[in-house]
């Protein structure tokens, strides 16, 4: 898998992709072009980190459907269309759809560079809260069962005295539970580990 951050460019033509990719290439960007978005989907793995460029309107498979494609596969990497002649209706389709931007065509180098980085920036973000929650998610299945229990009582405030009342067990041994959460959990107070949970909670 790649870890450099890709920009993928998805447009049907061969200059539009040529100039983006001198654009790219110029502000030490990588970048890689598609004339064809079956042959992106062929290609293209989410692990993948960077952004898309698409162009709406590529026909057999316009910018929105391939997005569409791109979201049912569980794939977040941030979208940016490229539009040759967009409305105010467009756009807001667009960003409904979940575009984190548009650039007009042609594009003007600035703002092409500065949407290009602001997409980098999201998908970073993106992939470091999914790395939090997958190790998040890791330490709850060490839990028991029962230490479940106790840790969802602990996340609604609940003292030992009423989790041990609730769960019809002695309230030592709910300290012994408590212990063993944090311990497993890896957090330092009942704080972060309220924190944790929340966030797997999202």
């Known amino acids: ?6 920009v993928y460019v998805i447009d049907d033509e061969p200059d539009i992709c040529k100039v ?3 654009i790219l290439e110029g502000a030490h960007i990588k970048v890689k072009t598609y004339t064809s978005p079956r042959e992106f989907m062929l290609t293209y793995s989410p692990d993948n ?5 698409l162009d709406i309107g590529m026909p057999d498979i316009n910018g929105l459907e391939l997005m569409e494609a791109i979201i049912a596969r569980g794939n977040r ?7 040759g002649n967009a409305t ?8 409904k759809a979940g575009a984190v931007d548009f650039i007009e065509k042609p594009p003007q180098i600035d ?7 602001k ?16 190790d998040i998610d890791q330490r709850l299945k060490r839990l028991t069962a029962r230490e479940r229990e106790v840790l969802t009582w602990i996340t609604e405030g609940k003292s030992n005295k009423m989790i041990a009342r609730i769960l019809d067990i002695s309230s030592r041994t709910v300290e012994v539970h ?3 959460i944090l311990a497993k959990m890896e957090a330092n107070s009942l704080v972060d580990l309220a924190k944790m949970v929340s966030e797997v909670q999202k």
């Open 119 to 134: 997409a980098l920036e999201v998908d970073l973000q993106r992939r470091y809260e999914q790395l939090q929650f997958s």
């Open 77 to 83: 990497t941030p979208v940016i269309f490229l539009t």
């Open 49 to 53: 980190p960077g952004c898309l460029l």
């Open 178 to 180: 408590r212990r063993n």
């Open 88 to 95: 105010v209706a467009n756009a807001v389709e667009m960003l």
């Open 20 to 22: 983006l990719s001198d």
């Open 1 to 6: 898998m790649p870890t450099e951050p890709t």
């Open 111 to 117: 703002l092409l560079l500065s949407c290009v980085r």
